[in-house]
């Protein structure tokens, strides 16, 4: 991430379509982020929905898929499933906010089912450049792994639920709206399916006067993307120390009686994909 002041690197990664992900075809688009330093900015004010929301799983809120994307697709908008759960954390104990956050994935804003096999440990840097953190999260599929060490850092916003306020961590990205132009930017797809844009590949990046629209913004003012999940607290230690040897993607590891895959694990096919132009994820 940029240290200076008023400087901006723009970065566009572009995602492909999975053959399979989590069970179904998925349209996996990553974003395109203007990395910064945020001056000055702060988390923004999200207002509590008066009406009640009753779902208790992940499928209750796939439900209300289109009332949270109303322009097209949920590709690269995950700060609206986060958005919808704000405005009803007040309605939702601390577990089951936490749960809620555990069904979409960060990068591709796709639906997600929790389980072991999709909980990946990744230890990212936070934001105020005080070092590596230690967490998890859930993905539809391996390469969001990649796109989050590139990508995404850490931060914290007070949230209110029916048990009361705390600090969480989340997962952050810059402000795309910072150059909006670069949303307009067409670029050949590595597929062979012909130009395209990030404002037509996702339509749900929407800016205006340099605000990415519905996003919930963290402590620095960075955009939400999710929570990144908490290790137990007497196994934290473990998990930042944690070496899994020679890589074997799809190996489970167990810490604290937390089951997961390490990002460890995905090191050579990242960089691997990374050689042949991002061709999957």
Same mark, same amino acid.
């Given at each position: 991430?940029?240290?200076?002041?008023?400087?901006?690197?723009?970065?566009i990664?572009?995602?492909?379509?999975?053959?399979?992900?989590?069970?179904?075809?998925l349209?996996?688009?990553?974003?395109?982020?203007?990395?910064?330093?945020?001056?000055?900015?702060?988390?923004?004010?999200?207002?509590?929905?008066?009406?009640?929301?009753?779902?208790?799983?992940?499928?209750?809120?796939?439900?209300?898929?289109?009332?949270?994307?109303?322009?097209?697709?949920?590709?690269?908008?995950?700060?609206?499933?986060?958005?919808?759960?704000?405005?009803?954390?007040?309605?939702?104990?601390?577990?089951?906010?936490?749960?809620?956050?555990?069904?979409?994935?960060a990068?591709?804003?796709?639906?997600?089912?929790?389980?072991?096999?999709?909980?990946?440990?990744?230890?990212?840097?936070?934001?105020?450049?005080?070092?590596?953190?230690?967490?998890?999260?859930?993905?539809?599929?391996?390469?969001?792994?990649?796109?989050?060490?590139?990508?995404i850092?850490?931060d914290?916003?007070?949230?209110?639920?029916?048990?009361?306020?705390?600090?969480?961590?989340?997962a952050?990205?810059?402000?795309?709206?910072?150059?909006?132009?670069e949303?307009?930017?067409?670029?050949?797809?590595?597929?062979?399916r012909?130009?395209?844009?990030?404002?037509?590949?996702?339509?749900?990046?929407?800016?205006?006067?340099?605000?990415?629209?519905?996003?919930?913004?963290?402590?620095?003012?960075? $955009?939400?993307?999710?929570? +990144?999940? /908490?290790?137990? &607290?007497?196994? !934290?230690?473990?998990?930042?120390?944690?070496?899994? #040897?020679?890589?074997?993607?799809?190996?489970?590891?167990? $810490?604290?009686?937390?089951? +997961?895959? /390490?990002?460890? &694990?995905?090191? !050579?096919?990242?960089?691997?994909r990374?050689?042949? #132009?991002?061709?999957?994820?």
């Amino acid at each position: 991430w940029p240290k200076t002041a008023g400087t901006a690197a723009v970065v566009i990664v572009v995602c492909a379509t999975m053959p399979r992900c989590n069970g179904s075809l998925l349209t996996l688009l990553s974003f395109a982020t203007c990395l910064h330093e945020c001056t000055g900015l702060r988390a923004n004010e999200i207002l509590q929905v008066e009406a009640p929301w009753r779902g208790t799983s992940v499928n209750d809120l796939f439900a209300e898929y289109n009332n949270i994307f109303r322009h097209g697709n949920r590709n690269a908008a995950s700060h609206l499933w986060v958005r919808f759960l704000l405005e009803r954390s007040e309605q939702m104990t601390h577990e089951r906010l936490i749960y809620m956050f555990s069904g979409f994935c960060a990068v591709s804003g796709s639906p997600v089912r929790p389980s072991d096999y999709n909980r990946y440990k990744l230890s990212l840097d936070k934001v105020d450049g005080s070092g590596k953190t230690a967490g998890f999260m859930h993905y539809c599929c391996w390469p969001c792994v990649c796109d989050t060490q590139d990508f995404i850092r850490v931060d914290t916003r007070n949230v209110t639920t029916l048990d009361g306020t705390r600090s969480y961590r989340f997962a952050v990205i810059g402000n795309p709206c910072d150059r909006p132009h670069e949303l307009e930017k067409p670029f050949d797809d590595p597929f062979g399916r012909g130009p395209s844009t990030l404002s037509r590949d996702a339509p749900e990046v929407r800016c205006k006067d340099g605000v990415l629209q519905g996003a919930p913004l963290s402590d620095h003012g960075y $955009v939400i993307i999710n929570m +990144f999940f /908490d290790p137990p &607290e007497s196994s !934290a230690a473990t998990l930042a120390q944690l070496a899994v #040897g020679k890589p074997q993607p799809g190996r489970i590891s167990d $810490v604290g009686g937390v089951r +997961f895959q /390490d990002e460890a &694990e995905f090191e !050579a096919m990242c960089e691997d994909r990374k050689r042949n #132009g991002y061709n999957s994820g």
